[in-house]
């Protein structure tokens, strides 16, 4: 059963940063491409960025040059590092393997001052 674990989300003030973490288990990350998406409140599921196999990356527009995803395959993680960070990144952040159908419990991200 493939299981995965989000870590590292908190308050921070526009402008910071926070490192995400997606700790996965049942499946080794290094076959499967990788996803991060989010939600804010009242709003629907949106992609934030997406990783290959091989490494290719591609992100949403509204945080292209701010975040950035990749993979530890010893480690079994995917990473997201989010930096300049906006009020409008204020959301709930789940991981997900498309290929396994499966999401993380997610982690809330908010950015206030």
């Known amino acids: 059963q493939v299981q995965l674990v989000e870590s590292g989300g908190g308050l921070v003030q526009p402008g910071g940063s926070l490192r995400l973490s997606c700790a996965a288990s049942g499946i080794s990350i290094r076959f499967y491409f990788m996803a991060w998406y989010r939600q804010a409140p009242g709003k629907q599921r949106e992609l934030v960025a997406q990783?290959?196999?091989?490494?290719?990356?591609t992100y949403a527009d509204s945080v292209k040059g701010r975040f950035t995803i990749s993979r530890d395959n010893a480690k079994n993680t995917v990473y997201l590092q989010m930096n300049n960070l906006k009020p409008e990144d204020t959301a709930v952040y789940y991981c997900?393997?498309?290929?396994?159908?499966?999401w993380g419990q997610g982690t809330q991200v908010t950015v206030s001052s």
């Open positions: 990783i290959t196999t091989t490494t290719s990356t």
């Open positions: 997900y393997v498309p290929l396994a159908s499966s």
